[in-house]
């Protein structure tokens, strides 16, 4: 399902090209109807106008020529998102950053302007830049986007000014949004959105766009001063943060101080290990890495290892067969396990040499480097929402609310309380005031010296099982009191928490793509032929990954042709029969090989042909593939 709409254009579009037209000397026969101006527009034999005369260009805040991008990042969250990849190339005679379409969808860009200006951005007015387009055919057609901004202590959105690039004499062409409302330290950001394509409408396939020469302006119009160095960060709710399935979840992580490094292809750059890294590198411990790439590859270098210069997770990239790096869907966060260092380096960490390096097949950025303990990656499911949860507060200070009837309800054995969250130092954890066994910190760890257990956190999400709440509150829910608290030991912000049935989240680091996109109304199935590449991908041990959207959040798959007859797999109670439920989180849906045999045996052969998505409600599969563990 092709989420780009190219005949959407945008009515300020429509009249500019009308205007452009009639401009032009008004030929018999010309039509002026918007329509087909549209039409005449969209490539470029049948553009002969002059390109608008603009304004004198404002100062750039950033221009890219230093090569670096870490504030940039793709946002997949948005309906019919493309997971666009994002690097430094040369256009139009310069440095620019490309914007590159991967699945047809339209694409969003995001730019952390708190990041960039600092207390500055609380100035910002207006924003510039060059953008323009090319097509896989090399010729021109039009397209358009906005600028939204996230603004506030609730990074609020608003939809802003549009841009188009309608002409091929105005490609590129420079765009301008008037913004308001930054707040400084609120990690507040703009997106730059492609969402109309004539090229896809027309069969071409969706465009990619370069952004150069972004102008960050006051009120006065003067050029506000940015650090090019900058790092998008994790602001709540930006997906490039928190598509956390196919990877571990982290306990207790260490974070790689200033850790944030770019390179072109098979280049390496990294730094030298603090010594908290150094014992952090121990036995079930995995090395993550927030990144961006041009091939979505990203895998770890260690030069000075007493063995030998090594490659730890490039798979066959370099043709040596080697492990894979475990990676997300949206490839922007990676994954080394202590294992997989030690299987080319040995167990001894103090013969892996002092420097960690990170390395790519294509121009890459590295934002974060942490190491943490591997841990189950949860997913909620039939989750209860803490109605109206919203609190912050500083380093070592609680804040929270009365729980509500159904979420006192909803905690049960095999259950997880997960938080939504940022703090300084990535911690968070539960607090139960008014417990019978007296004011409890549940999932602190040894932050404040009791040598508990840590919650599961990533920094953007935190989650704390039943069973630790009852380990030290008692397993009588009525006996936790009322309330519910979150702490941490830096100042903190929590935006909502839910609890729900605990499933896991299996990682695998080897994938084999289903091409599957396509959508369906409620209980209605459609999906994909496999392959005999595809059919062989399905083994023990073996997932099938889904990246979809559906308003009830859930989704699962149907073997139409198995020998057994037509079987749903995953579907949990959905349908009354109480069968196993996949794992999701809303935008990632897992089934496992082990799901699928137990309702259809261990022989794959007898699975049939096909494998289809269906949910019980509207839904659409932008993406889903087969992974498994190597």
């Given at each position: 399902m092709r989420r780009v709409k190219g005949k959407v254009v945008t009515a300020a579009l429509v009249s500019a090209m009308a205007l452009s037209l009639a401009g032009c000397g008004g030929e018999s026969g010309q039509t002026t109807e918007a329509t087909s101006a549209v039409e005449d527009a969209s490539s470029a034999?049948?553009?002969?106008?002059?390109?608008?005369?603009?304004?004198?260009?404002?100062?750039?805040?950033?221009?890219?020529?230093?090569?670096?991008?870490?504030?940039?990042?793709?946002?997949?969250?948005?309906?019919?998102?493309?997971?666009?990849?994002?690097?430094?190339?040369?256009f139009n005679g310069s440095k620019a950053l490309k914007v590159t379409n991967k699945d047809g969808g339209n694409m969003f860009l995001g730019i952390n302007v708190s990041a960039l200006l600092g207390d500055k951005v609380a100035?910002?007015?207006?924003?510039?830049?060059?953008?323009?387009?090319?097509?896989?055919?090399?010729?021109?057609?039009?397209?358009?986007?906005?600028?939204?901004?996230?603004?506030?202590?609730?990074?609020?959105?608003?939809?802003?000014?549009?841009?188009?690039?309608?002409?091929?004499?105005?490609?590129?062409?420079?765009?301008?949004?008037?913004?308001?409302?930054?707040?400084?330290?609120?990690?507040?950001?703009i997106i730059i959105s492609k969402e109309t394509d004539v090229a896809a409408d027309k069969g071409v396939g969706a465009q990619n766009f370069y952004i150069d020469n972004i102008a960050l302006l006051a009120a006065d119009g003067s050029t506000l001063v940015a650090d090019s160095s900058a790092e998008f960060g994790s602001p709540a709710g930006f997906s490039a943060a928190n598509?956390?399935?196919?990877?571990?979840?982290?306990?207790?992580?260490?974070?790689?101080?200033?850790?944030?490094?770019?390179?072109?292809?098979?280049?390496?750059?990294?730094?030298?290990?603090?010594?908290?890294?150094?014992?952090?590198?121990?036995?079930?411990?995995?090395?993550?890495?927030?990144?961006?790439?041009?091939?979505?590859?990203?895998?770890?270098?260690?030069?000075?290892?007493?063995?030998?210069?090594?490659?730890v997770g490039v798979g066959d990239a370099d043709g040596s067969g080697q492990q894979y790096a475990y990676k997300n869907g949206a490839k922007n966060i990676a994954q080394v396990t202590y294992e997989q260092i030690a299987a080319v380096c040995g167990d001894d960490v103090s013969k892996w040499g002092a420097t960690m390096q990170c390395e790519s097949d294509g121009a890459w950025s590295v934002t974060s480097v942490k190491v943490?303990?591997?841990?189950?990656?949860?997913?909620?499911?039939?989750?209860?929402?803490?109605?109206?949860?919203?609190?912050?507060a500083g380093e070592w200070a609680q804040d929270g609310k009365d729980m509500p009837q159904e979420f006192i309800d909803a905690l049960k054995p095999g259950t997880v309380v997960e938080i939504s969250y940022k703090s300084e130092s990535g911690n968070m954890w539960l607090v139960m005031p008014g417990c019978e066994k007296g004011w409890m910190r549940v999932g602190v760890g040894n932050v404040d010296g009791s040598g508990q257990g840590f919650a599961v956190c990533d920094g953007s999400k935190a989650y704390v099982t039943y069973e630790d709440l009852a380990k030290y509150c008692g397993d009588d829910v009525s006996k936790w009191g009322t309330t519910m608290q979150c702490e941490s030991d830096k100042a903190w912000e929590v935006y909502g928490i839910r609890v729900g049935e605990a499933t896991e989240f299996v990682p695998?680091?080897?994938?084999?793509?289903?091409?599957?996109?396509?959508?369906?109304?409620?209980?209605?199935?459609?999906?994909?032929?496999?392959?005999?590449?595809?059919?062989?991908?399905?083994v023990k041990g073996s997932t099938i990954n889904v990246t979809y959207e559906s308003e009830s959040g859930e989704l699962w798959i149907v073997m139409p042709e198995a020998e057994k007859g037509w079987t749903r797999v995953g579907v949990g109670n959905y349908d009354g029969s109480g069968s196993d439920s996949a794992a999701c989180n809303g935008s990632v849906c897992q089934v496992t090989f082990e799901q699928i045999a137990a309702l259809l045996g261990d022989d794959t052969s007898k699975w049939g042909d096909k494998i289809q998505f269906e949910a019980s409600t509207p839904w659409s599969v932008t993406s889903a593939w087969i992974g498994t563990t190597k």
């Open positions: 034999e049948d553009t002969t106008e002059a390109a608008p005369a603009e304004e004198a260009k404002a100062e750039a805040s950033v221009d890219f020529e230093d090569g670096n991008f870490a504030f940039a990042a793709v946002n997949t969250s948005k309906g019919g998102a493309d997971k666009s990849e994002i690097s430094v190339e040369d100035d910002l007015a207006e924003v510039r830049f060059d953008i323009g387009t090319e097509s896989s055919d090399g010729k021109f057609y039009s397209s358009s986007g906005r600028v939204y901004t996230y603004t506030g202590d609730n990074l609020d959105e608003t939809k802003g000014d549009e841009w188009s690039v309608y002409i091929d004499t105005a490609n590129p062409k420079t765009a301008k949004a008037a913004v308001s409302g930054f707040v400084a330290g609120k990690d507040n950001y598509d956390r399935a196919n990877l571990f979840g982290l306990i207790n992580a260490v974070v790689f101080p200033d850790f944030a490094v770019s390179a072109g292809e098979w280049a390496q750059d990294g730094k030298d290990m603090p010594q908290e890294i150094i014992d952090a590198l121990k036995p079930g411990s995995v090395v993550e890495i927030e990144y961006q790439s041009a091939t979505g590859n990203m895998w770890l270098v260690m030069p000075g290892a007493e063995k030998g210069w090594m490659r943490g303990e591997a841990s189950k990656a949860y997913a909620l499911k039939n989750p209860v929402e803490f109605a109206d949860f919203s609190a912050s695998a680091n080897s994938y084999v793509d289903l091409e599957a996109k396509t959508s369906a109304d409620a209980w209605a199935q459609d999906g994909i032929t496999l392959t005999e590449e595809q059919k062989a991908a399905l």
